[in-house]
């Protein structure tokens, strides 16, 4: 009696956790949710990227420092600005254009309404 009362307990209990993990698989298959873990990816792949980014800039600047204090570049005491830009000189040149239409006709024939 005990035997039977021991395996109907199991298998009802095997039988609720496979039923709940089968409605979690579902639920993660339907259009809603791939749309949100794709979302998700997305900003954690663009929160990577920009770690990346920074990470990168901040390596390059270490290694421009290195370069300069190996090369013995020192850092100008003032920064240096631009020059103004050069303005082009522009020549207009008027050109007087001439239609070759002739009045109320529209194409070769005359007929044409477009």
């Known amino acids: ?66 370069l300069h204090d190996a090369l013995g570049l020192a850092e100008p005491a003032e920064v240096r600005e631009l020059p103004a830009p050069r303005r082009a000189v522009q020549q207009v040149q008027q050109t007087s254009y001439r239609t070759t239409r002739t009045p109320g006709l529209t194409g070769p024939t005359g007929n044409e309404d477009h």
Do not use: I
């Not at 339907?30 to 792949?45: F, I, N």
């Open 1 to 66: 009696m005990f035997r039977r009362a021991f395996w109907f307990t199991t298998g009802a209990a095997a039988g609720v956790w496979a039923t709940n993990k089968v409605h979690r698989k579902l639920r993660k298959l339907q259009p809603d949710s791939l749309a949100a873990q794709a979302a998700d990816k997305a900003v954690e792949t663009g929160h990577r990227l920009r770690q990346f980014a920074l990470d990168v800039r901040a390596g390059m600047s270490d290694r421009e420092e290195q």
